[in-house]
Every structure is written in structure tokens, then in C-alpha cells.
């Protein structure tokens, strides 16, 4: 059925449950999968990223800023995907709008099932909020399995 699942994950309580269920449905079914953190760009550095730059030990500590919750998270996937025996390859990218991240993602690797949590949000706060999950469930034309808690 499924033969590449992609798991985005924000590092939440509600991302592990999703990475969880994917990495058990992905046992089941002999697939593949991937898993991605999505970093939205730190734009307040594009100005003029000049006095930063010139501190000694700046420019690491924004690097890890910036991507090293994310590997945590990351290796916290891998190490599931290796307890249930799946083949695993976890990715973290830059970009804007992480629901199009999610889905150029799972296109460009060839992914046919994206495993994502909601949030459970309802009513108008559903509609204020919004959610990344509602915008991959809109924009994407590859099926979405949405894992509530």
C-alpha cells in the first residue's frame, strides 16, 4: 500500500505521538520513511548581520539556535524508527512556510502518505490559529493520515 511515509515533526508532545503511529504503521507495511523538521528562517539577522558576525563564537551559537533543537529532534525519531526495525531518513530544511515545506518534501522524495498530529484546536480559535496541518491537508494532493490524541 504505503511504500514511503513522511513524518513531519515540531518537536511537540503531539509530534512524537504522530512519529510513533507513522514509524508503527511504517513497521507493518515494510516502507520507508522520512522524517523533517521545518525551521522558519531568523529574519532579524538580514539587516545587517554585521555586530553579530564580528562576536567571537556568534555565529555558532545562532547555528545552534537555529537547528539544534531540531536535531534533537531528529535523533529522537531515528531512534524509534530504529526500535521498530524501519528504515529512516531524517531531514531538517529552511523555509518560510513549513505546510509547503512538508508537501515539496514528500513530493520531491516520492512519498505516498504524510503522517502529521493536529493540535485539536475547534471553533474559532481552529480558524484564527490555523494550523500547519490544515494547510498540508488543503495544498496537498498526496493523502494525509492526521493522528489525534
Same mark, same amino acid.
Request: glycine share 8%; proline share 5%.
Given at each position: ?12 508532545? *503531539? ?8 514509524? +508503527?504503521?511504517?513497521? !507493518?507495511?515494510? @516502507?520507508?520513511?522520512? #522524517? ?29 539556535? *537555529? ?8 535523533? +529522537?525519531?531515528?531512534? !524509534?524508527?530504529? @526500535?521498530?526495525?524501519? #528504515? ?62
Amino acid at each position: 500500500m504505503y511504500k514511503h511515509i513522511l513524518i513531519p515533526t515540531d518537536g511537540s508532545e *503531539l509530534s512524537q505521538k504522530a512519529i510513533e503511529h507513522g514509524m +508503527a504503521l511504517a513497521a !507493518v507495511l515494510s @516502507a520507508n520513511v522520512t #522524517v523533517l523538521t521545518v525551521a522558519i528562517p531568523f529574519h532579524s539577522m538580514e539587516s545587517d548581520p554585521t555586530p553579530v558576525v564580528d562576536i567571537p563564537g556568534a555565529a555558532d551559537f545562532v547555528h545552534e539556535f *537555529l537547528h539544534g533543537h531540531s536535531k534533537r529532534y531528529l535523533e +529522537a525519531a531515528g531512534g !524509534v524508527a530504529r @526500535a521498530k526495525g524501519v #528504515v529512516c531518513e531524517t531531514v531538517q530544511i529552511e523555509h518560510q512556510h513549513p505546510y509547503a515545506a512538508i508537501i515539496e518534501a514528500a513530493e520531491g522524495r516520492g512519498c505516498d502518505l504524510i503522517v502529521m498530529a493536529s493540535h485539536g484546536r475547534r471553533g474559532i480559535s481552529a480558524i484564527v490559529l490555523g494550523s500547519e496541518t490544515v494547510k498540508v491537508l488543503t495544498h496537498s494532493n498526496i493523502p494525509v493520515l492526521v493522528h489525534r490524541s
